[in-house]
């Protein structure tokens, strides 16, 4: 089985040497940047699996970094900042990292955070793979681009169906409409956002409003949910 490789961006050699022997120590690979450009240009290559990113970074900060990446990117990311205000951990979330912790921290639960996080990736993989989705009484069925509810066939069009694959293969986990936009209409979209609104409505009309269900959940300020 290969390595799993995580990139740290971290200026603070004394931190980032601490982390790459403790990453290695547990078997994964390890690539460091001192500052965010260079973190940008490795965080863009296919090997990364996940990222340590510090926020105050010389060059670019890690909230640019991680914007940057998110165009062009679903690699797993981690904040990792020795500020704990509110609003660096709400910006850094709301623009695609995946988790933040606080300097100080327990390396313990770093490496815990770091496993939870690849899991996730697998699975996603895992889900991915299987030609059928289901949840509950609704069935998609990716190699004919059929779904049914309660065996009932629900006719959609192609972007509706690319849509409602993404949200049930991303089940239970809260999306974003950028992130939503970046996998559903790809990264070289450049519309409003409202968009994900609009066909998140015809979904309903279709689905929930059709079988009195609720399926298409709105996390309100945030984005969409599907729950299992």
Excluded at 85 to 90: A, G
Excluded at 146 to 159: A, G, P, R, W
Excluded at 180 to 187: A, E, G, K, T
Aim: net charge neutral; with cysteine; aromatic share 8%.
């Amino acid at each position: 089985m290969d390595k799993k490789k995580i990139l740290i961006v971290e200026d603070e050699q004394k931190i980032a040497r601490f982390l790459e022997l403790e990453l290695q120590y547990e078997g994964y690979r390890v690539d460091i940047a001192g500052n965010g450009r260079d973190g940008f240009e490795k965080g863009k290559k296919k090997d990364i699996d996940l990222i340590i990113l510090d926020l105050m970074l010389p060059g670019l900060s890690g909230i640019e970094v991680c914007r940057r990446l998110r165009h062009i990117s679903d690699v797993p990311i981690i904040m990792l900042t020795a500020k704990d205000d509110i609003s660096d951990k709400i910006t850094g979330l709301d623009i695609g990292a995946d988790d933040y912790m606080t300097k100080p921290f327990a390396v313990e639960e770093l490496l815990a955070r770091i496993r939870v996080l690849l899991k996730r990736v697998q699975n996603n993989k895992e889900k991915q793979s299987l030609p059928v989705l289901q949840i509950g009484k609704l069935v998609l069925s990716k190699n004919d681009y059929k779904v049914e509810y309660d065996s009932e066939n629900i006719e959609l069009t192609k972007k509706e169906f690319e849509l409602l694959k993404f949200m049930m293969i991303n089940k239970n986990i809260v999306l974003t409409r950028d992130k939503i936009l970046d996998n559903v209409w790809s990264y070289d979209y450049f519309g409003d956002t409202n968009i994900v609104d609009v066909y998140i409505s015809y979904l309903r009309s279709k689905i929930d409003q059709k079988y009195n269900v609720n399926i298409i959940e709105t996390v309100r300020g945030v984005g969409y949910i599907i729950r299992n």
